[in-house]
């Protein structure tokens, strides 16, 4: 019965999605308050009709209802409770389901918290939204139903791939679905900005925190699953540009791109047809990593569907909303007015260049990813596009943007003097050179690319340090003076001090781990010692344990430097009893300057065992920077300033005089 009513409510849901997408623009286009307002009440009739569904799947999982085909093929009796919830979105149809809740919930959230939004605008959001929604519940109903029922029902169901079966992954594809489904608010509000035919600060500063949300949770669903790839995978690795990877880097170079456009609108009123392509482009991005990921071209942990009709369907999809999006702009984006000039060297300048190199970047990890696609299914055969044709081509891109970051952010609007902007970073740019000395000095010379690297990275983040410190006058002002200055700087100031200093400190760890990881790997017998980047590591043996759905071989190794313990480490070779599937479970311990990181593998027959072990520098710095970037963002959420509608604080002539100076 649960799954009869989560089939009807699918149904509901696409009626009201319909009927969403249809009555306000009538309503829009006739000035008609009673259908324009209906686009709020379907919204809210949608998310509470898609919740049910969701609802009634993630029951079925709970209580192991093999009776459903979905769950018979992802869940097992004997798998914990947790996996057995994630187990609803680690399978094609529950991630679509899972994806169509998301967006019904950012459709209610712009009819909740819009209530200041002109109301013809408001009311074409909501309709380009539901259209969303009509595509995706129709996909969903009719070739990825999840309330599918089998007519002889097993036992006991086949179980979740155990990769998936981890706290990092089970997290990790709501946090990328919520920024991949958020950047559609930014894309609703560009088309109802192109029927219109209205760009203005108002509307940049209404898309700016639905940017914003959809960015934060990007940021953190990427750092996680780049997290989980380090410890679960056993490779010792953090990123290997897979296609599955790209396809959720891609919107997300893309949408920092489209916040900092949006700040040129709200500002200066420039950039306007820019910003409107940008986010056009963001969610199509989005769009089209869940054709890639979902239409079965990739084989891989992501790629759930195989079903060549789903992959049609989706590239139809693909081609009305991008296709239609690009033509209407190419149509209305001509009669948008032109906003203020600007000089090159202003800030309105550097945000451009911004635009333009993260832009680039995408582009190159675009072509990366699609290139041995497009090669396949033209006969060209198999072609293989890995970090090499990365490290040639998106990173010289992105040098001169961490170059440029700090410079930027000292820029005023409309006009600057370069000159005069580099003499107030001489003391950063000191103090860079001498962390390039350092880092010269510790890595004895090398290698020179990596250690040039640290210093743009030192550059960047010294830089972004003494903008904040110049903002507040530290060091030119009594102490008790700038602490209230700092006490007084807006949630988005602190916001975009903290990103760029959490983008700085990820890169100094990716290019530390890069450049001077270490690996070994041997076959010892336990009571063996292997010495790995001046660390000892003696194995001590093995011994069977068993889990919850799972049996394991658990070895033991004891880390010492100098003689000196520092930590024991147990990593684990398991075998999930279902599926027969082998997983490493690797064994870290984290310090300031790296991890200490030991697999165990196979044994030879003979005693002994297959052990591979990492010293990797610096690496608990990327997933750090990224946990700054996030709080950056939900920091800049706070800011009133940019929630829709909210009043601002009345200042007082002391504060006000504060802030002028």
């Not at 219109?196 to 959809?214: H, I, N």
């Not at 759905?549 to 024991?568: K, P, R």
Request: hydrophobic share 50%; with cysteine.
């Amino acid at each position: 019965m649960i799954a009869e009513l989560g089939q009807y409510a699918l149904i509901m849901a696409l009626l009201a999605a319909i009927s969403q997408s249809i009555l306000p623009l009538i309503g829009a286009e006739r000035l008609d308050s009673r259908l324009m307002a209906f686009g709020s009440h379907a919204s809210l009739v949608q998310l509470l009709f898609v919740s049910m569904a969701f609802g009634c799947l993630t029951q079925a999982y709970i209580v192991s209802d093999f009776t459903l085909l979905n769950v018979a093929e992802n869940s097992h009796s004997t798998k914990p409770l947790l996996y057995k919830i994630s187990g609803v979105w680690g399978n094609h149809e529950g991630s679509m389901l899972l994806w169509v809740l998301i967006l019904a919930i950012f459709g209610a959230a712009v009819a909740a918290f819009g209530r200041n939004l002109p109301i013809t605008l408001k009311a074409r959001v909501l309709a380009i939204q539901a259209m969303i929604g009509v595509g995706f519940l129709t996909f969903l109903i009719f070739t990825s139903n999840p309330f599918t029922r089998l007519l002889v029902p097993p036992e006991n169901g086949q179980d979740l791939n155990p990769l998936l079966q981890d706290p990092g992954l089970a997290f990790h594809p709501p946090m990328l679905y919520v920024g991949y489904v958020g950047f559609s608010v930014a894309f609703s509000f560009a088309i109802a900005a192109l029927i219109e035919g209205k760009v203005d600060a108002a509307w940049a500063r209404w898309v700016r925190p639905w940017t914003l949300t959809a960015w934060v949770f990007l940021t953190g669903g990427i750092a996680l699953g780049s997290w989980w790839a380090y410890y679960e995978l056993g490779w010792g690795g953090w990123w290997f540009w897979d296609p599955v990877e790209n396809v959720s880097f891609m919107p997300w170079l893309m949408g920092t791109a489209l916040l900092h456009s949006a700040i040129v609108v709200e500002k200066r009123n420039s950039l306007k047809v820019w910003t409107i392509l940008l986010a056009i482009l963001t969610f199509s991005l989005s769009l089209i990593g869940t054709f890639i990921v979902r239409s079965g071209l990739l084989t891989s942990v992501h790629a759930f569907a195989v079903n060549p009709e789903r992959g049609i369907f989706i590239l139809i999809l693909l081609a009305i909303a991008i296709g239609g999006s690009l033509t209407l702009f190419a149509m209305r984006a001509p009669a948008l007015k032109a906003g203020g000039i600007f000089s090159p060297i202003s800030r309105e300048g550097g945000l451009l260049l911004n635009n333009l190199l993260l832009s680039t970047a995408c582009a190159t990890v675009f072509l990366g990813t699609l290139y041995p696609l497009f090669m396949e299914a033209l006969g060209g055969g198999r072609v293989s596009i890995g970090p090499p044709f990365y490290n040639k081509t998106f990173v010289p891109v992105m040098v001169p943007l961490f170059f440029l970051v700090c410079i930027g952010a000292y820029l005023p609007w409309k006009r600057a003097d370069l000159v005069g902007v580099l003499k107030r970073l001489k003391y950063a740019g000191l103090a860079a050179l001498l962390a390039l000395l350092f880092a010269w000095y510790i890595s004895n010379g090398g290698p020179l690319l990596a250690i040039l690297g640290l210093g743009m990275a030192a550059w960047m983040l010294l830089g972004t340090l003494s903008e904040w410190a110049d903002r507040i006058k530290l060091f030119r002002a009594p102490l008790s003076k700038s602490w209230q200055r700092a006490r007084n700087l807006p949630g988005s100031s602190w916001g975009m001090t903290l990103a760029h200093g959490g983008l700085a400190i990820a890169i100094m760890g990716m290019i530390s781990t890069t450049a001077w990881k270490v690996e070994d790997v041997a076959v010892l017998k336990p009571g063996e010692t292997i010495s790995v980047a001046g660390t000892d590591y003696r194995f001590d043996g093995v011994r069977e344990i068993t889990g919850p759905n799972y049996s394991a071989v658990e070895g033991t190794f004891n880390v010492s430097q100098d003689g000196v313990y520092m930590a024991t480490l147990k990593p684990e070779k398991r075998l999930y009893t279902v599926k027969s599937m082998p997983t490493t479970e690797a064994a870290i311990y984290s310090t300031f300057v790296g991890d200490y990181y030991a697999v165990i593998g196979d044994s030879d027959g003979a005693g002994g065992w297959t052990v591979r072990i990492y010293r990797e520098p610096l690496v608990t710095w990327i997933w750090f920077g990224c946990t700054l970037m996030v709080f950056a963002g939900l920091l800049s959420l706070a800011d009133r300033r940019l929630r829709v509608g909210a009043p601002a604080k009345k200042r007082t002539k002391k504060q006000a005089r504060e802030a002028e100076a």
